[in-house]
């Protein structure tokens, strides 16, 4: 939907504009009517998308870009002796860190917050998707590509904004709202942290920074979700869990049937206004994990005012986010996966949709993301990693970080086939894949490209390779 304010004389200068936070802001101000314009070191689809729109778009970093803005917005990517910082401390042009400028934007709406270590992705999309059913219009700005809007933001003209709240860096602090959900709690993020206990103590203050008739929807099957719910008491807490009885949402009955999952809620008395008692839904994603984000997503939804018909009719037709067990495609018999799972958590829940998938092999091509991440999780990592039938390594995907003493690929595989069965395999970034995966085609396997740097292309590239071959065989 177009926005109905009419275009300004106000230039905003995005400096990183092809991140997934930054497009994302910047589309909306776009919508708003802001003249934008941004750079960055390279091209990508969420410039492309913007480009299209009207947005200027500068491929480079340069001083000369800053020329007759009113404001640069500035991602936590971006380091402070990046030449158009220097320049616009250098002519006195406001700088606004991402995150202050969500504040700005989400100071005109009411303002639902999806946090936690795992699955604020998934969830914002639900929720989104849950009060467009119920025709309220939000607006939105995720972390990730909304497969229903081929973008990761949508302008409405509602009442509400639903918001991924970013933790990596103690941004999610700043951003105003009524409502939240902390999906779950996870030692993630300790290179900015340094201790759970300070990860933890932040998303206490992130509870604490509602209003007093905010409410804080949190999952406690997570022990320190569960922790930090029973220390708050000067907030609305509604807590959801599939395993804690005494939880005010219990999530039960849950089947899988194909590529469908079905489930219920028991809601109880005086929790939600309206709502008590037991409800089913259907959904057309898996995995257990993502029942608690579709229940979580539920409960912000109802207080927000969408319909108990109108969820379960949007949830039958949700289409998902980019990179979250994303179905590229089929080879042969084989069906091939790009996944953002970076974590050992997130490559459990993937693993155990692929075995719901599949009574066949399960082959992952794994790309650690972060030398810090891989050191503090390394022995995580081993005990998920052990579990996959065909396993292949890429190099650590740095992420700007410099490498570690004694991380590395080579030493995961090392020490991944000192007690696997079979054989992990550490492959560069040259190698083709293709060639390499081609014995596993001929049965009904799942592939899977896995973490949250570059390997999204090799996916993509295996599948477009296929079709060509198929295509010139055909000719």
């Known amino acids: 939907m177009k926005s109905k304010v009419k275009k300004s004389n106000i230039i905003i200068h995005f400096i990183g504009i092809g991140g997934i936070g930054m497009s994302g802001i910047a589309e909306l101000m776009l919508d708003q009517g802001f003249l934008i314009q941004g750079s960055d070191i390279s091209l990508n689809d969420n410039i492309k998308r913007l480009k299209k729109k009207g947005a200027k778009i500068f491929l480079k970093h340069d001083k000369r870009n800053i020329k007759n803005i009113s404001a640069a917005v500035f991602s936590s990517a971006i380091k402070k002796n990046n030449i158009e910082i220097i320049e616009c401390n250098k002519l006195s042009i406001p700088l606004v860190s991402r995150a202050s400028m969500l504040a700005e934007l989400m100071r005109n709406k009411n303002s639902i917050a999806i946090a936690g270590s795992h699955g604020k992705t998934t969830t914002t999309s639900l929720v989104g998707m849950m009060l467009e059913s119920s025709k309220l219009d939000p607006t939105i700005i995720n972390g990730g590509v909304i497969n229903a809007y081929s973008k990761n933001n949508k302008l409405g003209l509602g009442k509400w904004m639903v918001v991924e709240a970013d933790e990596s860096d103690g941004s999610f602090l700043k951003l105003p709202h009524e409502i939240n959900i902390i999906t779950n709690i996870d030692s993630e993020h300790l290179d900015y942290y340094q201790t759970n206990a300070k990860l933890i103590e932040s998303f206490y203050q992130f509870i604490n920074n509602i209003p007093f008739y905010g409410y804080s929807i949190i999952c406690t099957d997570n022990l320190n979700t569960y922790k930090l719910s029973k220390k708050i008491n000067t907030r609305k807490i509604i807590t959801y869990s599939q395993i804690r009885k005494e939880s005010d949402v219990k999530i039960v009955n849950i089947k899988n049937e194909k590529i469908k999952t079905f489930f219920s809620i028991i809601i109880k008395k005086n929790v939600l206004k309206k709502f008590s008692g037991i409800y089913s839904f259907e959904t057309n994603i898996l995995g257990k994990h993502n029942v608690s984000n579709v229940t979580g997503a ?121 007690i696997r069965n079979k054989k992990a395999l550490l492959i560069g970034n040259n190698v083709k894949i293709n060639k390499l995966l081609t014995p596993y085609y001929k049965e009904e396997n799942i592939i899977i490209f896995m973490g949250a740097g570059s390997i999204t292309h090799q996916g993509y590239k295996l599948i477009e390779e296929n079709h060509a071959q198929k295509n010139s065989r055909n000719i």
Not at 364 to 390: A, C, E, G, M, W
């Open 298 to 418: 539920i409960i912000a939804s109802l207080l927000a005012g969408a319909s108990i018909n109108s969820i379960k009719k949007s949830l039958k037709h949700f289409k998902g986010v980019k990179r979250r067990f994303t179905y590229l495609g089929k080879i042969n018999k084989a069906s091939i996966y790009d996944d953002y799972a970076h974590h050992p958590t997130e490559i459990k829940a993937s693993y155990d949709i692929a075995k719901i998938l599949t009574t066949k092999k399960i082959i992952v091509i794994f790309q650690p993301h972060r030398y810090s991440r891989t050191y503090q999780l390394y022995n995580s990592f081993v005990k998920i990693l052990k579990k996959i039938d065909i396993l292949y390594i890429l190099d650590i995907y740095s992420a700007g970080e410099k490498p570690i003493k004694n991380i590395s690929s080579k030493k995961l595989v090392r020490d991944l086939n000192k």
